[in-house]
């Protein structure tokens, strides 16, 4: 079962434009909602994150906005540009409790594609 | 500032041979994660640790090993190469989990080919 479920697959997006990709996940539990970003040949990189006691937050031209009554969560990228062509994950944790280990369940990812 | 090191960055290998990819991070973290990423699959943990001596497996254990000797390495063992492995695997670590989650920074990846 897939925790966090993220759309679109894949995005294009003209420079100057929004993109706007969207995550929803079940688990109430979850308490930590973080983006990754990730270019071709390397590993993802955090980008941006989110605690579910606020509804939006911003650094630079890239915000999460968190709606927690209906479980979704959503990256905007204003201003897109070329070098913003990269795969995005949203992937969301919980903190367990006992032996078990809270470890961020990742989403599918969106390929963007900036043109210029 | 090194990060998390994975070697080799690039590996082809027969059905039914054996390998360890290495990983390594110099950060100090507690917390130790393997991933494999398929296209258009996302990243599915293999397995985990959350610190020397303590592992755990993830949602797609079988066909991997693991070990957590220090704090600083920990490898992943594959012990009978099938084409079904063939992916790009991440090494990943991090300070705290959950409410406590800090970032997770993962290595340049492993490309492996099973042929």
């Known amino acids: 079962q897939q925790q966090v479920k993220q759309s679109p697959q894949s995005l294009i997006v003209q420079k100057g434009g929004i993109s706007i990709i969207n995550c929803a996940y079940e688990?109430?539990?979850?308490?930590?909602f973080p983006w990754y970003q990730q270019f071709p040949g390397k590993g993802p990189a955090l980008l941006i994150a989110i605690r579910p006691d606020v509804s939006e937050k911003k650094e630079g031209r890239f915000t999460i906005s968190f709606n927690k009554s209906a479980k979704q969560f959503s990256l905007h990228i204003m201003d897109s540009q070329p070098g913003d062509s990269a795969t995005y994950f949203c992937a969301a944790s919980k903190a367990d409790r006992g032996s078990t280990l809270g470890r961020l369940y990742f989403g599918r990812g969106t390929q963007l594609t900036v043109w210029p | 500032n090194a990060g998390v090191t994975q070697t080799p960055k690039f590996r082809i290998l027969k059905i039914g041979q054996s390998m360890t990819l290495q990983c390594a991070q110099d950060?100090?973290?507690?917390?130790m994660y393997w991933y494999r990423q398929d296209p258009g699959m996302g990243l599915k943990l293999i397995y985990y640790?959350?610190?020397?001596?303590?592992?755990d497996k993830g949602e797609v254990p079988n066909g991997y090993n693991v070990s957590r000797s220090t704090t600083e390495d920990f490898p992943l063992r594959l012990e009978l190469a099938a084409p079904s492995q063939t992916s790009v695997y991440f090494c990943?670590?991090?300070?705290?989990?959950?409410?406590?989650?800090?970032?997770?920074?993962f290595g340049q990846g492993t490309r492996l080919t099973v042929v």
């Open positions: 950060m100090n973290h507690n917390y």
């Open positions: 640790s959350v610190g020397a001596g303590i592992t």
């Open positions: 990943a670590s991090s300070y705290g989990t959950g409410i406590m989650n800090t970032e997770a920074f």
């Open positions: 688990n109430t539990a979850f308490d930590y």
